[in-house]
C-alpha cells in the first residue's frame, strides 16, 4: 500500500494550498481518508476526514471554514483545498487510510507527509 501525499510548500498568510494523495494498493472506496498534520514540538493532530462515499466529512474546529476535504474514487486520490491560511497552520501533513471519523479515525495506514509552511 502506498499513499503518495504531494502539493505542499511556503505560501505567505492568507494564500492557498492544495494537498493530493494519491492512493495504490488498496481498495480505496473501503477506506475513509483523512489528513493529519504535526506541527514542530506537538502531537500529530487530525485536521480532516472524509468517509467512504465522500458526502461526510468532519475537520477539526481550527481549519472549519478554511480546509475543505474531497475525494476523487475513480482516481484514488483524496484532496485537501487549504484556504486563507495562517501560521499557526504550519506543520507535515499526512494521508491516511482507515476507519472512522474524525479524531476518532483509526489509520491503516499513512503516507509520508507534505510539508507546509505559512509565512507571516
Known amino acids: 500500500v502506498q499513499l503518495q501525499a504531494s502539493g505542499g510548500g511556503l505560501v505567505q498568510a492568507g494564500g492557498s494550498l492544495r494537498l493530493s494523495c494519491a492512493a495504490s494498493g488498496l481498495r480505496f472506496t473501503s477506506y475513509a481518508m483523512g489528513w493529519f498534520r504535526q506541527a514542530p514540538g506537538k502531537e500529530r493532530e487530525f485536521a480532516a476526514t472524509?468517509?467512504?462515499?465522500?458526502?461526510?466529512?468532519v475537520y477539526t474546529d481550527s481549519v472549519k471554514g478554511r480546509f475543505t476535504i474531497s475525494r476523487d474514487n475513480a482516481r484514488n486520490t483524496v484532496y485537501l483545498e487549504m484556504n486563507s491560511l495562517k501560521p499557526e497552520d504550519t506543520a507535515v501533513y499526512f494521508c491516511?487510510?482507515?476507519?472512522?471519523?474524525?479524531?476518532?479515525?483509526?489509520?491503516?495506514?499513512w503516507g509520508q507527509g507534505t510539508q507546509v509552511t505559512v509565512s507571516s
Open positions: 491516511a487510510a482507515g476507519r472512522g471519523v474524525g479524531h476518532l479515525m483509526e489509520s491503516d495506514y
Open positions: 472524509v468517509s467512504q462515499s465522500g458526502y461526510f466529512t
